[in-house]
């Protein structure tokens, strides 16, 4: 299922979410994450998808 966001300000909250989860990934891996367009992507495809508890716990690679 494709994501989509009402409005702008929908999508840059989601933006943020992002963020702050792929800041937790970061700190988790030790280094930055040269992919992280996709670590993004992925999550923002699975928040979408998925109920936001299993989001924000859930691992991405």
């Not at 299922?1 to 937790?24: F, V």
């Not at 993004?40 to 699975?46: G, H, K």
Request: charged residues 25%; without cysteine.
């Amino acid at each position: 299922m494709p994501a989509t966001y009402d409005s702008t300000a929908d999508l840059a909250a989601a933006l943020r979410r992002a963020a702050a989860a792929h800041g937790h990934y970061e700190e988790e891996i030790g280094h930055a994450d040269p992919r992280w367009p996709d670590w993004y992507a992925q999550f923002m495809i699975d928040e979408s998808t998925e109920p936001s508890e299993q989001t924000a716990t859930k691992g991405n690679t």
